[in-house]
């Protein structure tokens, strides 16, 4: 099956600073998604880019299908942009099946 | 907005009892999913599910596990004979990629299983 990695694994950051966390998927995909994982563990749907760029206030993702990663950026971070980062893909046959990385946890220092 | 919306939020429950996990998805969603996620571990694919019968499932989704639309709104997971290392998270999902311009799949707020 389609294989996805995300990097870092962990970032910790200061209030106000950038971040930028990539993943990485095997084969084509048809479907890529990216996810907050709340506190309370509940998956916040960020993103739906199986190509190109997106942006929704402080936050954008650029998925570049031909080379098979995308990028989440995140600007001027808060607290509460603290939890797990997932990204989630479905491909290499499998239309609907989504395939998540092991996701990056974001520490948002005050 | 519309949701998808899961009960209950958290079971606990002996070894070998059955479990219902509920979920009603997006009213006009076509697809429906299971995904666990295992403490500290990342989201699973259990199965899919469209016009009344599985579409995919993963090897996780033994005997044990069954899916049942069995109305118009609530699409349950039944597991059997609970084991220890079935305590997890639950999430639901739907998705509508038949008319939606995107495959987006939605996912509920989830159902933390704790096997005793």
């Known amino acids: 099956g389609i294989q996805v990695e995300q990097s870092p694994p962990d970032l910790i950051l200061q209030e106000g600073a950038n971040s930028t966390l990539r993943c990485n998927f095997s084969d084509s995909v048809n479907n890529l998604q990216w996810f907050h994982q709340n506190p309370w563990g509940q998956l916040i749907n960020l993103f739906y880019?199986?190509?190109g760029t997106k942006q929704n206030g402080r936050l954008s993702a650029t998925t570049v299908a031909t080379e098979r990663y995308s990028l989440l950026y995140i600007s001027s971070s808060q607290t509460t942009d603290s939890g797990v980062y997932f990204c989630a893909v479905a491909g290499g046959g499998s239309n609907y099946k989504l395939t998540f990385g092991k996701g990056t946890l974001l520490t948002v220092n005050p | 907005e519309p949701e998808v919306t899961q009960t209950p939020s958290h079971q606990v429950t002996q070894m070998g009892q059955e479990v219902i996990l509920r979920c009603v998805p997006i009213?006009?969603?076509?697809?429906f999913y299971w995904y666990r996620q295992i403490l500290g571990q990342k989201v699973e694919f259990l199965v899919s599910f469209y016009n009344n019968e599985i579409s995919e499932k993963s090897e996780i989704f033994d005997d044990q596990f069954s899916v049942e639309r069995p109305d118009g709104s609530n699409f349950t997971l039944k597991i059997r004979s609970t084991k220890l290392e079935d305590s997890a998270m639950y999430f639901c999902a739907s998705s509508d990629p038949g008319t939606s311009s995107t495959d987006t799949q939605y996912f509920g707020p989830g159902t933390r299983l704790t096997v005793l």
């Open positions: 009213s006009n969603h076509l697809y």
């Open positions: 880019i199986p190509s």
